[in-house]
């Protein structure tokens, strides 16, 4: 199992661009989740999807959009990037509510 | 609102020695759980420990274990014969068993392991 994978690695982006950050999953897990973190802080929630076709906001859904259309992929789409966005976005998933979350590698993002 | 402190920005311990992270959080829930984190410089993020707050005993792995108080809502990990591959940053994060949304993480504790 590659677990969970994250594309790209790393992205310049210019203010306004728009891009979508890709995560998948191999290990049948109904719960996503997608985080960001800024330096010298913790992770915060974005949005989360419980199975497919269902997603939700988490503490900082301003600026971004998901959707989940598999049990496979969550994508993260930023439709007008700001410096605010500059960070590092990590995906997860778990099985259920009380699964242990396991971490994709994360995406470096750079707004300028 | 649920919140976790972690009030050691940074903490150094000899190779081999016995280190304590410290962590604490706010809540009104009585079922959560509880987990330990660790980043490496790779900026993976690992699971180290978890702990279901409606167990008393405490989680044990291999070197890691955890000092879970639940009234004075601490929840400490103790590392044992430190090595120099557990050098990271460790983040203690709360989740909440009633909202799906409630994940909160502390903003860290990096870890030196002096040689």
């Known amino acids: 199992n590659a677990g969970v994978t994250q594309t790209p690695k790393f992205r310049i982006l210019k203010i306004g661009q728009s891009m979508t950050l890709q995560c998948t999953q191999d290990?049948?897990?109904?719960?996503m989740y997608w985080y960001r973190q800024d330096p010298g802080m913790g992770l915060k929630l974005i949005y989360y999807?419980?199975?497919?076709?269902?997603?939700d906001k988490g503490e900082v859904p301003n600026g971004y959009n998901v959707s989940r259309s598999t049990t496979e992929d969550f994508p993260l789409r930023l439709e007008l990037a700001a410096p605010s966005q500059t960070s590092v976005y990590f995906c997860?998933?778990?099985?259920?509510?009380?699964?242990?979350?396991?971490f994709g590698p994360g995406t470096r993002l750079l707004v300028l | 609102a649920q919140t976790v402190t972690q009030s050691q920005p940074e903490m150094s311990v000899q190779e081999a020695e016995t280190v304590t992270l410290s962590c604490t959080y706010d809540t009104s829930e009585s079922d959560y759980y509880l987990f330990w984190y660790k980043q490496p410089p790779s900026r993976q993020m690992i699971l180290v420990i978890r702990?279901?707050?409606?167990?008393?005993q405490n989680a044990t792995e291999n070197r890691f274990s955890v000092n879970f108080q639940k009234a004075a809502k601490s929840f400490s990990l103790k590392i044992s014969d430190s090595q120099l591959g557990d050098a990271a940053m460790y983040f203690c994060?709360?989740?909440?068993?009633?909202?799906?949304?409630?994940?909160?993480f502390g903003k860290g504790t990096r870890l030196h392991i002096l040689p």
């Open positions: 997860a998933s778990s099985y259920g509510l009380t699964g242990t979350q396991y």
């Open positions: 999807s419980v199975g497919a076709g269902i997603t």
């Open positions: 994060a709360y989740r909440s068993l009633n909202r799906d949304d409630k994940i909160i």
């Open positions: 702990q279901e707050a409606y167990k008393q």
């Open positions: 290990m049948n897990h109904n719960y």
